[in-house]
T-cell receptor
Framework: GENVEQHPSTLSVQEGDSAVIKCTYSDSASNYFPWYKQELGKRPQLIIDIRSNVGEKKDQRIAVTLNKTAKHFSLHITETQPEDSAVYFCAAPYSGGGADGLTFGKGTHLIIQP | NAGVTQTPKFRILKIGQSMTLQCAQDMNHNYMYWYRQDPGMGLKLIYY???????DKGEVPNGYNVSRSTTEDFPLRLELAAPSQTSVYFC????????????FGQGTRLTVV
């Protein structure tokens, strides 16, 4: 199955600054890369995703970039706000292009300092 | 729509006991999944189903069983509970396995003592 590595495990930034979280994957057949946000005690919720046929996708203050050659993708959050504080997970298909769920990174605890 | 509903929200089991975690979705999704989340870790896939009557193992299936008799329901059975099964369990569903959002239930926090 797919292997997803995520860094850093904890990221502390000043409110208003940018945050970047990076992930690498192992299976070159993987074609879908979602990012989930999980607030304390809550369920994971999708915030943005990218398919393998594009290199970048933006949604207001959030963007994701994908480098298929290097097999890594990153989440960028600009103008961070207190409500951005949460754990963020990257993911990739469990077995590359197969029909069987997701493999998740271990998560990044993002802390927004006032 | 209620989305994905899990019951119970919390449960304490004694070692060796068995239980079933319930999961139901009302979005007519064919694909359903069970994940477990250990403290400070990402989610790991236990079992998945691509439709009624079809299930398959994920990354960590040992100690668990599933069934999928209807499109809506995907229960997870724990047999002979062990302390290593202490975790938060999330059920999820999606319209397709790739390129579409997976919707998660609110989770079941299970403690085995």
């Amino acid at each position: 199955g797919e292997n997803v590595e995520q860094h850093p495990s904890t990221l502390s930034v000043q409110e208003g600054d940018s945050a970047v979280i990076k992930c690498t994957y192992s299976d070159s057949a993987s074609n879908y890369f979602p990012w989930y946000k999980q607030e304390l005690g809550k369920r994971p919720q999708l915030i943005i995703d990218i398919r393998s046929n594009v290199g970048e996708k933006k949604d207001q203050r959030i963007a994701v970039t994908l480098n298929k050659t290097a097999k890594h993708f990153s989440l960028h959050i600009t103008e961070t706000q207190p409500e951005d504080s949460a754990v963020y997970f990257c993911a990739a298909p469990y077995s590359g292009g197969g029909a069987d769920g997701l493999t998740f990174g271990k998560g990044t605890h993002l802390i927004i300092q006032p | 729509n209620a989305g994905v509903t899990q019951t119970p929200k919390f449960r304490i089991l004694k070692i060796g006991q068995s239980m079933t975690l319930q999961c139901a979705q009302d979005m007519n999704h064919n694909y359903m999944y069970w994940y477990r989340q250990d403290p400070g870790m990402g989610l790991k896939l236990i079992y998945y189903s691509v439709g009624a009557g079809i299930t398959d193992k994920g990354e960590v299936p040992n100690g668990y069983n599933v069934s999928r008799s209807t499109t809506e329901d995907f229960p997870l059975r724990l047999e002979l509970a062990a302390p290593s099964q202490t975790s938060v369990y999330f059920c999820a569903s999606s319209y397709s396995p790739r390129n579409t959002e997976a919707f998660f239930g609110q989770g079941t926090r299970l403690t085995v003592v």
